[in-house]
């Protein structure tokens, strides 16, 4: 039986390691994750930000239960993600970079996907899902396959698939970073309105400082090998500051955050 | 895409079908025999109770020899697929399987087993596994990683996920199989019964070559490849219908 963790924390990674061995190269390994401790506390909303390959995908998938740690704990909700993958079924539900739909399912069929797995009767999931589907806008597109759908509209359907399941904890991989300005923005509005109105837990990794503003309560800044490079509390603190801070310990960790390169 | 044919095909085959036409006047008959005589002796299988059963009997022996590589087949990709250690033992095996000509395993069939079914059956199987389980194992493997992974991350059952995601990913991949190595089983059938069996259209073809028939011989090899045309039309629209979400570019169309 796994540990709790502490009251009123959602999500707790204390002193994790992660060391991939190369394939190829047997007697080869790297350091992904070094020595990452932090807590998220019930219905935050955290926004991670960190340059290329410094960790920040490694800890989404120790998150999702798909990699265990080669030290350290992890734990969602109390349990092990990666040991009690089973338990977290309809707990944790994940929004990626791509939407990732299946192009033989419809999108109706693609939001049912979850509540299918959870083993809900046919009638149900359908009034689920289209619920979804009407609440991202995208009623009478519920029998287009995700080719027939913009990138914008794919992206809505994951992301109503994701939230179908009714995720105590949801997990977003930089899920707006492939679209337009404008589609993008409205997407965010949306999702932040979603997270607001559910309740959830939000772990959201992204590359922009902006977006890490717009959608998260606290931010964490991640070093390469991932460990905190900086913490700031978003609420009452004066964004501009935390801008400065949060794009100084980026250039510090060796990279330029994505809006100093887009000034440049 | 369902194959309708063009002008182009009914000019390839009827140029065919006249120049045949033009040697039977030059040639004796039992070197080209002339249409209307290759023809009577085809519709003539469709209404004599016998030559209906023997090329039943070969469409049988087809769809059972298919049937018993495809359920070998997948067995052998999935053990493959999902284990390094599995591919390493198989895949050599299936390689070497898979160079052994049709008429070694006639050979090999007449010696191990008694019966002619038996004895076809395992010769189509022994022909056909090795393809078929190439063919699976590589739809198994272009199974996209994101959506394994997203997939995943939903927490599915073996059996769900299987149902979910592996199932319709292979399936492309099975429909090929199926169409590519229809032709080839009728290839092999042909030879197994040409060999030992009692009927059957290789036992037909047999039979014609032996009167000197040409007639004959052509209109039953004329009836195996209408059948594998028109199990592949079948295959295609099963396939159509199955694949319907898959989308076709205009210029493509």
Known sequence: MSAAAPAGAAIEFRDVAKRFVRPERRDESFLAIESLSFEVARGERVAVLGRTGCGKSTMFNLLAGLIEPTSGTVRALGHDPFREFDWFRGRIAVVFQGDRLMPWRSALANVELGIELLGKAEEERRAIALGWLERL??????????????????????IARAFAVGPEILLCDEPFSALDELTGQRLREEYLQLVKETGATSVFVTHSISEALQLGERILVFHRPARIALEARIAGGDREDIRRRVLEAMTASGAPAEEEQDAA | MAYRPRAETLVALGGLALVWQIASYFFPPYLFPPLPAIAQKFFAIFVDAESLANAGATAGRIFAGLAGSFVLGVAMAFAMGRSERGYRYLFPLL???????????????????KGTE?????????????????????????????????????????????????????VPGMLTAWKVNLGNAARVVVVAELVGATGGIGYQLLQQQQSFDMAGALAWTLMLVVFVLVVQQAIVRIENWMLAYRPTAERAA
């Open chain 1, 137 to 158: 806008g995208l009623k009478g597109h519920e029998n287009d396959y995700p080719h027939a759908l913009s990138g914008g509209m794919r992206q809505r359907v994951s």
């Open chain 2, 95 to 113: 390689n070497f399987i898979q160079g052994i000509p049709a008429l070694s395993w006639v050979v090999i069939a007449i010696i191990w087993f």
């Open chain 2, 118 to 170: 038996p004895r076809i059956f395992f010769i189509m199987v022994s022909t056909s596994v090795s393809a078929f389980s190439f063919q699976i194992l590589d739809a198994y493997r272009s199974m996209s990683k994101d959506l394994f992974e997203m997939t995943l991350s939903f927490r599915p059952s073996r059996r769900d996920l299987f149902r979910v995601l592996i199932l319709p990913t292979i």
